[in-house]
């Protein structure tokens, strides 16, 4: 099909007369098409052509010409393009006759009016068929009966049609009934053509989608935001008048076309059905009706949908709300702005099942209803997609609200949150209380999601699913209150903190049970303390857990548990600064270095002078002693404030479990002695922490810290003072130890630099042939450092080199130390090694000796040296070949010491390169470049 659409783009670009200006497309399929993306591609092009610039009827035919079905989708892509009418997708059968088929798609375009429309002129560019067009024009097509257009302003020139002015009426301020009234004639056209687009399901139609419904859903929400009987309705915050102006929403909603629409463009299974159900869908009067809705559903698997998944729960409440019926709530927790309890909004949410309103309501609504009353604070709104991260800032004790009332609160005020009376502190979030048990299980049977949503818009304003949101929500308010308890004793914080504890162990219930094996007598008394790298919010729950048991010898751990919180905690801070850095490494032993002092260059073990011996390892005392940065530890530690009130938390717990409140009264403000006391150290605080930062800083990643496969730390215990100082001394005292090897090696270097020069200089500057052998052959020895230059890779080979090819430096013996740096022996003893293992010096840059020996006079010499060269310089390879082919009974050029033919052909003779061509035919490169021959 696509290439069919093609050749129509390339007639309407290329042939259709200038003057045409409106269209009639017929689209026929009679099957699948099997170019389906392409037929989108060159559809899409073909809309974005002549689309805002044509009037187009495009209409469709499904042909039946065997059981096979026609293609819904491809016709489609052509029926976007229909501008002036509804679309018509007719089913027609190879059955009928020819004169039947042939009336049923004439009568498709009859009445379109193509042939009978007038122009509207503007002398200005401002006039659009559709407000969503990115381009305006100064002129647009007329039809027969009332037209509906756009302007992007007011005209300050004329209108004409034909030859006479238009008159322009200005009226009053549109209202939602008004504009509806004004659309009458095209809300069906613009459904239409949503359906259309939502079958094509490109990248394109989605984008005109967005478009479309970005202009209504604006439009009506700036006309429903003027609507009075909307703003009176909301003066009112209680659940019944919420409930009202839900119902009230709803009538609205359901008249509304832009809902209608909504449905539709929402609607993400249509793509997923089959022709015959698009088919269906295309031609259905009101997609939104049940059955319409249910077409769109029936072909696919309902996925995660948090309007459903609510409705479902809701609907479970109703049916099991008489279980709540003898509870009396007159005494629980009632919201300032809404007047009524948790259990008022349960009921109430309920009524939606009651007066049948629940299938119309979305997740929001519901949310807005349920009043979940609790403690008002503030805190940070985020992705939190670890809930256990988020904290309270602000728990604004006494004050008690719904997050229903603080989204309700900002939908009244049009943008303004909710505050608390006579403070006017703004409320971002609420930590629920659900004081009764029985409601507490209750919300926990039949809605299990309702808590977990309603934490999740107040912890990131969005609905999300992710687990343990609303038990850490409360988690954060009880750690918030341990804080707070440790200044601030009064009733309301008791009780506060009382019902909160009492809510979070309802609300987690076993969530953390797995944590609770660990607790017991661990066998290496001297690591840390394994809670498996849990940290202060997830131990809460065990806490209570351990009070409930009450068993002596668990009760024991508490401390070890504490000091191994500590040590969490400090890690977690200290590593925010670091960790997701590709350098974190650097930046955490920077760090520590600059915790306790560590300067490499005031405290370092000295090398002696060059040449001179060292001590051994064990007569070296290395630097060890920690210099503590005081201020830069202090910096460090307000990052991590908050630790110190983890010796509160078991305390107040156990207060609480054992219905003791008043009991927190008696535990005083935490000090330096009560902390040691209670984490069972026997130094001071300050000094604990900083060996704390130390092993954070030390053990960086989780896999260095803990071993989960045999469930203990890898760490210490740091309740030892001792060990804790000696981890700190080993690490200096090993990065002087590095500090000195890197030291001595710089040493060495520069000692076999120092060798290379000496060595060098007394072979260029030997005074006879025998003095200079030996220096080649056995080198130089300097204390415990000797060096000689055995082969090419030696250290002063390069060096050597260099000297005897640069005729500037005076060599008394150049020609003589060349002859034995080329061939390896000592020409003049019997050839014996000198060096090199007695072989020629494998090199692609001959002719630099040889412009010696020219330049020195001594050309024929150099030819005797070069035959003497030649004849002994071959490779000798391992038994067989290698993979090119060449061994010890096929060198290579490259075994005869050349880098590449071409430099071969320049050093042998034309017939010794000859014949290495004909034994080399099929390798080396020898094929392509047979010119070398010539």
């Not at 004639?185 to 005109?208: F, G, W």
């Not at 403690?375 to 800032?393: H, K, L, Q, Y």
Request: aromatic fraction near 8%; glycine fraction near 4%; hydrophobic fraction near 40%.
């Amino acid at each position: 099909m696509a290439p069919g659409i093609t050749m129509l783009t390339q007639f309407i670009r290329n042939e259709l007369p200038k003057d045409c200006n409106a269209l009639r497309l017929l689209t026929i399929s009679d099957g699948e098409v099997h170019d389906q993306n392409q037929v989108q591609t060159a559809a899409a092009q073909l809309t974005s052509l002549i689309k805002n610039d044509f009037i187009i009827n495009s209409q469709a035919v499904r042909l039946f010409t065997s059981s096979s079905q026609p293609d819904t989708r491809a016709v489609s892509s052509l029926l976007q393009l229909n501008n002036v009418s509804n679309v018509n997708l007719l089913d027609l059968k190879t059955s009928l006759t020819n004169m039947e088929i042939s009336a049923t798609i004439a009568s498709l375009f009859s009445g379109d009016s193509l042939n009978r429309h007038a122009i509207l002129k503007s002398e200005e560019t401002i006039l659009k068929s559709t407000p969503w067009q990115t381009s305006s024009y100064d002129t647009i097509s007329l039809f027969p009966g009332e037209n509906l257009f756009w302007l992007n302003k007011l005209p300050t020139g004329n209108l004409i049609v034909g030859q006479k002015n238009v008159k322009i009426h200005m009226q009053e301020g549109l209202t939602v009934d008004t504009y509806e009234k004004v659309l009458k004639t095209k809300i069906e056209y613009y459904i239409n053509q949503l359906k259309i687009l939502k079958i094509v399901n490109t990248v394109e139609s989605q984008n005109e989608i967005n478009d479309i419904m970005n202009y209504f859903q604006g439009i009506e929400n700036s006309l429903l935001s003027n609507e009075k009987d909307v703003n009176i309705l909301l003066n009112d915050s209680s659940l019944r008048a919420r409930l009202q102006y839900l119902k009230t929403s709803i009538i609205r909603k359901k008249k509304s076309f832009v809902m209608r629409m909504s449905q539709i463009a929402n609607d993400d299974k249509v793509s997923q059905l089959n022709s015959a159900q698009q088919a269906e869908y295309l031609r259905a009067l009101d997609n939104t009706s049940k059955n319409a809705r249910g077409l769109a559903r029936r072909a696919v698997t309902q996925g995660l949908d948090f309007n459903e998944i609510l409705r479902k729960e809701v609907r479970k409440m109703a049916e099991h709300i008489q279980e709540l019926a003898d509870i009396d709530d007159s005494n629980h927790l009632v919201s300032f702005f809404s007047q009524d309890t948790t259990l008022g909004g349960i009921r109430t949410v309920c009524q939606l099942v009651t007066d049948d309103m629940l299938d119309d309501v979305s997740a929001n609504d519901i949310l807005r209803m349920i009043n979940i009353v609790g403690v008002a604070c503030s805190g940070p709104i985020g992705e939190f997609p670890d809930p256990m991260t988020w904290r309270v800032n602000e728990l604004f004790l006494g004050c008690y609200v719904s997050l229903s009332d603080v989204l309700t609160a900002f939908m009244q005020s049009r943008g303004q949150p909710l505050q608390t009376p006579a403070t006017n502190k703004v409320i971002t979030n609420v930590i629920p209380i659900i004081e009764n048990e029985q409601i507490a299980q209750f919300l926990y049977k039949n809605a299990p999601s309702l808590l977990e949503y309603t934490c999740s818009i107040g912890m990131r304003r969005l609905l999300a699913d992710v687990p343990m949101t609303g038990g850490y929500t409360i988690c954060a308010g009880v750690w918030k209150l341990v804080e707070d308890l440790n200044e601030n004793k009064s009733e309301l914080h008791l009780k506060t903190f009382d019902q909160l504890v009492k809510t979070y162990e309802i609300v987690v219930g076993n969530y953390f049970q797995h944590i609770m094996p660990y607790i017991k007598e661990q066998d290496d008394r001297l690591l840390s303390y394994y809670i498996a790298n849990n940290g202060t919010t997830n131990m809460i729950s065990p806490f209570i857990k351990l009070h409930r048991e009450n068993k002596g010898k668990k009760l024991e751990q508490i401390p070890k548990i504490l000091r191994a919180l500590y040590t969490y905690e400090i890690w977690q801070a200290i590593r925010k600064q670091y960790k997701n850095r590709d350098d974190s490494d650097l930046i955490a032993q920077k760090m520590l270095d600059q915790l306790i002092g560590l300067d490499l260059n005031k405290y370092k073990t000295l090398v002696q002078p060059l040449f001179e011996n060292e001590p051994t390892l064990d007569e070296i005392q290395f630097h060890d002693q920690i210099h503590i940065d005081e201020s830069y530890l202090d910096e460090l530690l307000k990052t991590v404030y908050y630790v110190d009130y983890i010796t509160l938390l078991p305390k107040y717990i156990s207060a609480v479990i054992n219905n003791n409140i008043d009991n927190i009264k008696d535990i005083p403000i935490i000090n330096q002695n009560f902390i040691c006391e209670t984490l069972e150290i026997n130094y001071d605080i300050k000094t604990f922490k900083f060996y704390n930062v130390v092993q954070a800083l030390l053990f960086t990643s989780k896999a260095s810290r803990v071993n989960s496969d045999n469930e203990k730390m890898k760490i210490i215990d740091l309740i030892d003072e001792k060990a804790a100082k000696k981890m700190v001394q080993d690490y200096i005292r090993k990065r002087f130890e590095n500090q000195y090897a890197t030291d001595l090696a710089v040493k060495g270097r520069s000692e076999r630099a120092e060798l290379v020069v000496q060595l060098v200089q007394a072979i260029i500057q030997s005074q006879d042939h025998n003095e200079m052998i030996k220096l080649m052959r056995d080198g130089l020895t300097h204390g415990k450092i000797h060096l000689a230059i055995t082969n090419s890779s030696s250290l002063g080979f390069i060096e050597l080199k260099d000297k005897l090819l640069n005729l500037n430096e005076k060599i008394p013996r150049r020609l003589d130390i060349i002859k034995v740096f080329l061939l390896g022996r000592d020409y003049k003893n019997n050839d014996e090694h000198v060096w090199n293992n007695g072989n020629v010096l494998f090199t692609s840059n001959l002719g630099d000796f040889e412009k010696i020996f020219v330049t020195l006079g001594f050309a024929n010499e150099w030819e005797k040296v070069k035959a003497e060269y030649m004849k002994r310089n071959l490779h000798i390879y391992r038994d067989g070949f290698n993979r090119h082919g060449h061994g010890n009974t096929k060198p290579s050029y490259w075994a005869f010491g050349f880098m590449t033919l071409q430099l071969y052909k320049d050093n042998v003779p034309a017939d010794v390169f000859e014949e290495y061509c004909k034994i080399h035919h099929d390798c080396c490169g020898v094929s392509q470049i047979m010119g070398l021959l010539k």
